[in-house]
């Protein structure tokens, strides 16, 4: 990367102003800015006092031992008292929490006293099944309540979380209970995906049989299928949840204890486990989604990100219950039973604030404007998106078409690792230029900078840093603390910069440009998944010798993963339906999202004289390759072509 530029590609004139009658009421006003950058410790510190404390917190900031920070650190509070129970004693107990829509077409509706009652019978079975302070649960489970009053319940518990997507793999589940010491998992028989029960307890099955350590399976019933059991291990959730009392008292924890535990890809095969914890996360959550989307008690608001990603756990578990909002929580696919599923939910509920991923709006864009415009949607009032840069062409439509040229559009840069919110606009106070995240949010400090970490100037790009730290920040790689200073604060080390892997660029006004990353992670449907990790599951097939997979730019998900495969000797041509077996392995191993879109055998791979993969060149391939071409190479033209290309190629 070193000796590539970032340029400054894309040009867009247009820019769109806060609505005024939005900039009228709006939570936050201009003046935030400065005076958060005159004091952020004071404005965190600010927004920390909006949380329910057990015992104050005196100070806020430590960073006497970079990179290991402690916000609020002398201080106390209950993450799930903040989610649910100081709404019910603040009167809010009838208040919508969830309106919770299941595929098939079966409804919930979820106080805040439900939910209360709900979270404290799963903190007391969890406790029968000997769930203490500080052990980790494991949570794999479809979109349903179950799941979000798991999370709340071992939040309450101060037992550590870690949701694994509903969509990956027994392989990948049990890598993750492993590595973290998960002694119980909660999950489902299943849930629905495209009008079908879509098995998930034989996943944990498989799991536990290459993951040790778990005593406790805590299976709620959602599909009713039938699932083999194992005696002494396995319970339903009916049972002893059902069972439980709705009376607990919730235990203040320190404000850095441990929250949850989320893995995501990097640059290296072995997923990374991020820690977050308590007060400096619930903070700044809960802080974001009352300024980013401008909530207000009668909003509506609809995150679609499953809760097995980063968005599901900030925008849909902790941040809009710690303010108290009423959500939309709905378990399926955009498309079932038909294309219009999600514009038919928005009207139904009156969903005010929407916030989905740019994969999904350039998937609805090619569905065609005919489907949301049969759905009033006219009770939007703010669209947020995130997971990659929103391209203009889509940000347009999403306005225009979903926002009825009225909403303003927040377009949210922030990471797993990040936690919240870190460069955004606000909806009352700034501009929306469409495919930019514009300025970084009120109290964090983030800088582009060029190789020697010397700030670029107007017109320029480079590598996107955070120089301060900010109170939702992971707190290190779990088990791992070298590889988060590795990882992290390494490659701007001597003015103790935050590098988060993104490339970006600063306009002619200053404002930012996300370039998309710049190392070898590539960003499907707004998920980041490494190269290696890929690379790795190829190779652990018998008929693969070696492989390189590219981010390829593909329209609906944005990157999409393509493989080159070098067959070992012995497997001959692989047969007629190597490439099906490929692509059904690489989503056995971790799972579908990352099966790859081509796979290309070849006789041989692209390298430098010192043997790195040029993955550059094999990029170029991909991309020029129209969509729904032969996935084999039958000669290897291609290649030759590389190879001559690579010729006087520095490496
Ligand atoms: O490359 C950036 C991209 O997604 C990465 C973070 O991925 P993950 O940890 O899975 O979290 C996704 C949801 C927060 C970033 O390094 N990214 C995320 N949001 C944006 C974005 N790129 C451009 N614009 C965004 N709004």
Not at 99 to 123: M, N, S, W
Not at 187 to 192: A, E, K, M, P
Request: with cysteine; aromatic share 10%.
């Amino acid at each position: 990367m070193s000796d590539e530029k970032l340029s400054n590609l894309l040009h867009e004139e247009r820019t769109f102003e806060p609505p005024a009658a939005l900039a009228a009421s709006a939570n936050v006003t201009a003046d935030v800015y400065d005076r958060a950058a005159a004091d952020p410790q004071e404005f965190w510190a600010e927004a920390a006092r909006r949380l329910d404390w057990g015992t104050p917190f005196t100070e806020v900031l430590d960073w006497s031992n970079p990179p290991f920070a402690k916000w609020f650190a002398d201080g106390k509070l209950n993450v799930a008292h903040n989610c649910v129970d100081r709404h019910v004693e603040a009167g809010h107990g009838d208040r919508v929490a969830f309106h919770f829509v299941g595929e098939p077409g079966d409804t919930r509706t979820i106080t805040y006293a439900d939910l209360k009652d709900e979270v404290c019978q799963a903190a007391n079975a969890l406790t029968e099944l000997g769930v203490k302070s500080g052990d980790r649960v494991a949570i794999y489970m479809p979109m349903i309540p179950e799941t979000i009053v798991a999370m709340l319940a071992c939040a309450r518990l101060g037992a550590p979380h870690t949701v694994v997507f509903g969509g990956f793999s027994s392989d990948a589940l049990a890598s993750r209970v492993t590595d973290c010491g998960a002694e119980v998992v909660i999950t489902s028989d299943g849930g629905y995906r495209r009008g079908a029960p879509s098995a998930l307890k034989p996943a944990v099955d498989e799991a536990l049989q290459k993951a040790d350590g778990v005593r406790s399976v805590l299976v709620v019933r959602r599909t009713g299928e039938e699932v083999a059991w194992t005696e002494g291990r396995d319970v339903w959730w009916h049972d002893v949840v059902g069972s439980a009392s709705t009376e607990h008292k919730a235990e203040m924890f320190d404000a850095e204890h441990p929250l949850y535990v989320m893995y995501t890809s990097g640059t290296t095969g072995k997923p990374k486990g991020i820690l977050h914890t308590s007060a400096g996360y619930l903070t700044q959550v809960a802080y974001t989604f009352w300024a980013t989307f401008d909530h207000k008690e009668d909003d509506v608001f609809w995150c679609t990100a499953d809760v097995g990603w980063v968005t599901g756990h900030s925008y849909a578990a902790y941040g809009p219950t710690a303010a108290g909002a009423t959500q939309v929580l709905y378990e399926g696919t955009p498309d079932s039973p038909h294309k219009g599923r999600w514009w038919e939910i928005i009207a139904e509920y009156g969903v005010t604030i929407f916030y989905t991923a740019p994969t999904a709006i350039r998937t609805f864009m090619k569905w065609g404007r005919e489907i949301p415009d049969e759905h009033d949607l006219s009770s939007l009032r703010v669209l947020g998106s995130v997971g990659e840069s929103i391209n203009p062409e889509a940000y347009t439509w999403y306005r225009e078409v979903i926002g009825g040229d009225r909403t303003p559009i927040v377009d949210t840069w922030w990471q797993t690792e990040t936690g919240a919110h870190m460069i955004t606009p606000l909806p009352g106070v700034t501009a929306g230029k469409p495919g930019s995240a514009m300025v970084a949010f009120p109290g964090i400090a983030a800088e582009v900078v060029d190789d020697q970490g010397e700030p670029v100037g107007n017109g320029e790009g480079g590598f996107l840093v955070i120089t301060k730290p900010w109170p939702a920040m992971l707190r290190t790689i779990w088990g791992d603390d070298d590889r988060y200073v590795d990882t992290y604060w390494s490659r701007f080390k001597s003015q103790g910069y935050y590098f988060a892997g993104d490339g970006a660029k600063k306009d002619e006004d200053g404002h930012i440009w996300l370039l998309g990353r710049v190392d070898d992670v590539m960003n499907v449907s707004g998920h980041r998944l490494s190269t290696t990790e890929i690379e790795s599951a190829l190779v652990s097939h018998p008929k693969v010798a070696e492989a390189a997979v590219v981010g390829a730019s593909d329209p609906t998900t944005g990157q999409a993963p393509c493989a080159f495969v070098i067959l070992r000797e012995n497997a001959g041509d692989g047969g007629d339906d190597i490439v099906e077996e490929l692509r059904k392995h690489v989503a056995k191993e971790i799972g579908a999202i990352a099966k790859p879109r081509q796979v290309m055998i070849v006789p041989e791979l692209p390298k430098t004289r010192s043997g790195k993969i040029m993955r550059r060149l094999l990029r170029d391939v991909a991309e020029n390759r129209e969509v729904g071409d032969v996935t084999t190479l039958a000669d290897s033209s291609i290649m030759d072509m590389i190879s001559k290309g690579m010729t006087g190629t520095k490496e």
